[in-house]
């Protein structure tokens, strides 16, 4: 009877670990990503909001050529496939105003349509036809024509020569689309990426699959669903109950240390485009007037903002580069900390009992508690804020397009992006000619030394005419499943890549 009982006791043993041990064993194919902001479209050729890219660039969507994790820009490559993006090589004419780009092969949309080199020329015509909503057309406006030579090779003929042509069209503003399905891409994304698109959660997550038909390098997950948490305290949740595997821009740093402590996950700390700043209306009385502007950068202290609203986490700035730019100069000091001279400055310009309105995007901790911080350091110096917290389609309207603002703080994250004050109609209403001739010149060379000269002019005079509040370059704080392998350390571009994502075995 005893050894029955003990018989049957090993069996009944030996069916639960038989049982237990795939699911132990099993390894992940699915990724549930926590992220801040939810996209108000999926098309990046058509918004503005860096949360689209964060979801679809090089997950869903592919350029000509793409920004890789180090920062570099790469192509497709016809031999191995390591890369995702669509030119295999391109060629350069002599005077540098013809470039010709060959294409991959085999490459398809999602719907099965074929990708070729009349999806090029649809897509780089469509940035700069008329009635384009591409945020950021005039990247490519040096280009004067896109010509088919053949299905896998289009010759891109531009106006004037321009050095950033190549970087450029790594933007997610540049990607391709097919003229079957672009309409309809805010809502049904079609590219060509490693990942298709499942379903999107209004408010909740956007979930996408493998593109079992993918071109190049398979991906290794079956399937990732994007979260959308913009609480710090709920993210927190999140992370630590497993409702998300990865937060790679952590909106609560101030839990930071808790996760640090823990073995079930990894933290990483890299870096970021994003310049921070607290954003001017420049062409709206009184902010016309340098004096204010200047005021208002010297009652700005950086230090207590960073240690404040990010618990530590950003490297102070003093124009629109990242730090970890080799062309970046530091010029912090020419709008450093004081207020006494914030004051004198101020009764210079005869300016009294001034009120300005603060109107800040949903992001909790730069926006939201920058903010009150800052408002704090203004009403120090004699100036009022009226502070209006807007959800992120309001703030694209009143703010981005229509300028209805004074004061806003927001956080740059496209890369090499200093040319954006040169935009005519851009929401700072920044208009200098020296800047704009800087810029200018900047996009038609191409010698490294001459480039570096005249990128640090443009920062020279961004600061010299106090254009904005540089406050900080934000730092890419993650949180991660311990077992979970590729996410990016450091965000070169605003995107969430996943094409290298995987499990531990």
Not at 18 to 43: I, N
Not at 107 to 118: E, I, L, Q, S, V
Not at 119 to 130: G, H, Q
Request: glycine content about 6%; proline content about 5%; some cysteine.
């Amino acid at each position: 009877m005893r050894r029955s009982l003990v018989v049957l006791a090993l069996a009944g043993a030996l069916a639960m670990t038989t049982a237990m041990t795939p699911a132990l064993a099993q390894t992940r194919t699915d990724v549930k990503v926590g992220l801040v902001l939810e996209p108000p479209s999926l098309d990046p050729t058509a918004e503005a909001a860096a949360a689209v890219d964060e979801v679809v660039y090089a997950n869903l969507f592919e350029g000509l050529t793409r920004i890789i994790a180090d920062g570099s820009v790469e192509i497709g490559r016809a031999s191995c496939r390591e890369r995702v993006a669509l030119a295999e090589k391109w060629d350069v004419s002599a005077d540098g105003l013809t470039y010709t780009f060959h294409l991959v092969e085999g490459a398809k949309f999602h719907d099965g349509t074929d990708f070729n080199a009349d999806d090029v020329k649809f897509s780089l015509d469509r940035i700069n036809a008329e009635g384009s909503l591409n945020a950021q057309k005039a990247l490519y406006a040096s280009i004067a024509s896109v010509e088919v030579v053949d299905p896998a090779t289009v010759k891109v003929t531009l106006k004037q020569p321009d050095g950033n042509l190549i970087y450029n069209l790594a933007w997610g503003d540049a990607v391709m689309v097919a003229p079957e399905s672009a309409d309809n891409n805010k809502t049904n994304p079609i590219g060509t990426g490693p990942f298709s698109f499942k379903n999107r959660v209004e408010g909740d997550s956007i979930t996408l699959e493998k593109n079992q038909a993918y071109w190049g390098t398979p991906v290794k997950l079956e399937g990732a669903t994007f979260k959308f948490i913009a609480d710090p305290t709920a993210a927190f949740a999140a992370l630590q109950a497993g409702d998300v595997d990865t937060f790679p821009n952590f909106p609560a740093p101030e839990t930071v240390a808790q996760f640090q402590n823990d073995p079930r996950f990894r933290v990483v700390i890299g870096s970021t485009e994003g310049e921070t700043i607290l954003s001017m209306n420049n062409g709206k009385p009184p902010l016309d007037n340098i004096k204010v502007r200047e005021a208002i950068a010297h009652a700005i202290d950086r230090q207590a903002i960073i240690d404040g609203a990010m618990f530590g986490y950003g490297t102070p700035i003093g124009t629109f580069l990242s730090p970890a730019n080799p062309d970046y100069i530091d010029l912090t000091a020419q709008s450093n900390y004081d207020p006494e001279k914030s004051k004198a400055l101020l009764a210079e310009a005869g300016v009294t009992d001034l009120t300005l309105s603060l109107k800040l995007p949903p992001v909790e901790g730069y926006a939201r508690r920058g903010g009150e911080i800052i408002a704090s350091q203004l009403a120090a110096v004699g100036i009022k804020t009226e502070v209006t917290n807007l959800e992120w389609a309001q703030w694209l309207s009143e703010v981005f397009t229509d300028k209805n603002y004074d004061l806003t703080i927001i956080s740059h994250t496209e890369p090499n992006d200093i040319g954006i004050f040169a935009r005519d109609g851009y929401y700072f209403n920044y208009d200098n000619a020296d800047f704009k001739k800087i810029i200018a010149d900047l996009s038609m060379t191409a010698d490294p030394a001459k480039r570096s000269e005249l990128t640090k002019a443009a920062e020279k005079n961004l600061a010299d005419n106090y254009v904005v509040g540089f406050l900080f370059e934000l730092a890419k704080v993650g949180v991660e499943n311990a077992k979970l392998k590729g996410m990016w350390e450091n965000a070169p571009t605003q995107a969430t890549d996943l094409t290298g994502v995987s499990w531990e075995e």
